[in-house]
């Protein structure tokens, strides 16, 4: 069975998320506290009205497909085509009216990530990728997108949203490889992944992802030449604790540092 | 003596410097080392350009006029007018790719910050403020900005550049207040103080910043309805560690714990 081409489809799909979410940016939202009592975890209604059109879009075209969204939870999650969706990733940053958040649109196939796009609606930035090939398309131009051949630690820019998100064990790992690297920088959510595929990070760390939050970033940073797995080696596409890198070299050395 | 408007001399000011630099904006420059064998300081080819090309507007315009610059130096700096420039606010944000730095263009009048300019070219945005109103425009159009009324320390959004760059006593006094917050975020630079000018974040905590990172952003933010001084409540204006907030009772709550 031949892989069908989703790349019209999900330009479609960034455009009517972006046109949902961007009237509520830098508006006054009162921001609901999903975890009552909890962190704080803000939810516009951006985040859900983009959702919303985006689930609606889908369903009325591949009735067949799934849907996974960081909103309305999972729907046929087994299809051989899931789509996971993360309207808004860097609520936190949305919400600071920073343009560091993003659309996460990803394309699952029997489970594996075949296609993914970042847009960034504000900045008109959309990042996309299916693995083999990525590309940068805003200012009505586009280019292809190659990761930096760092050769070493000693040389890479790390980045992760923050890391307060961690643990403390898995802090202190982080800080191991944080110590040896070039430059650290903190806030950038989905952001930091394309400026990976980019070339201009060579690293980025994170813990506690959902699958929404990784799968449309995979086949972004492979498809420039990157590499993203489970801070142990494993596959990333579940979430959890990941590691996103522009070369080999720099893969490894970190990787043994936050195992060690 | 009346004050002589410098509105539109700034708008030039800010063209100029951002045809400097947006070409060399995510292009792979290699950055030099101007703290040979220190930490890492990066400095573009763009920063120089952009407040080369400043310098000689204003000399040519206002040749009694004295200039502080981060790359070149001071001028006349006992002149009565003295323009403060940082062409690239945000160096670290800026090799990273990230949209998180700006140029920032700063007057004062007789040692006293009057005008103050923070231009993105990258997304086409200018904050602008004189103390009395603050102006935010993109995209064909404007709003003034206002800071928001936070009512206390635990409902407020904080903001730095990085913690990494506090002295360990400053970070523990920083983290005093982090630790009493709503929220915090990393990796603003000079866009962090836009945001609170337009009311979406509402603490700006920094250590050991130059004049030029500050001046131009203090008549933006106090022409919001903000507050920015030293960590003791003194004037900003000469760098150090600084404090802006959005509100009168979020800064002394603040300052009251980074002295404690």
């Not at 209604?45 to 996974?68: C, S």
């Not at 083999?132 to 820019?157: E, I």
């Not at 064990?169 to 990976?196: H, I, P, Q, T, W």
């Amino acid at each position: 069975m031949t892989a069908v081409d989703f790349t019209h489809f999900v330009d479609e799909l960034a455009t009517i998320s972006g046109s949902a979410i961007l009237p509520f940016f830098r508006t006054h939202l009162a921001a609901q506290d999903k975890n009552a009592g909890g962190a704080f975890d803000p939810v516009t209604e951006a985040d859900k009205a983009a959702e919303a059109a985006m689930r609606h879009l889908i369903k009325r075209t591949f009735p067949a497909h799934g849907i996974i969204g960081e909103e309305y939870g999972a729907e046929q999650p087994d299809a051989e085509y899931v789509w996971v969706l993360d309207p808004i990733d860097g609520t936190k940053s949305f919400i600071c009216g920073l343009p560091m958040w993003g659309t996460l649109i990803g394309l699952t196939r029997n489970g594996i990530p075949c296609h993914g796009m970042m847009h960034q609606p504000f900045t008109g930035e959309r990042f996309s990728g299916d693995g083999k090939r990525t590309l940068w398309r805003g200012n009505g131009s586009q280019r292809t997108l190659r990761t930096r051949d760092c050769p070493g630690l000693d040389q890479a820019t790390v980045m992760t949203t923050s890391p307060l998100l961690m643990s403390e064990e898995n802090r202190e790992r982080f800080r191991r490889v944080e110590a040896k690297a070039r430059l650290s920088r903190y806030g950038g959510d989905c952001y930091s992944y394309c400026m990976l595929a980019a070339g201009f990070v060579d690293l980025v760390i994170e813990t506690n992802l959902q699958p929404y939050d990784i799968v449309a970033i995979i086949p972004i940073v492979e498809g420039a030449g990157g590499i993203v797995t489970a801070w142990d080696g494993g596959p990333a596409h579940k979430g959890g604790s990941v590691i996103a890198s522009g070369s080999r070299a720099v893969h490894e050395a970190a990787m043994a540092l936050l195992a060690g």
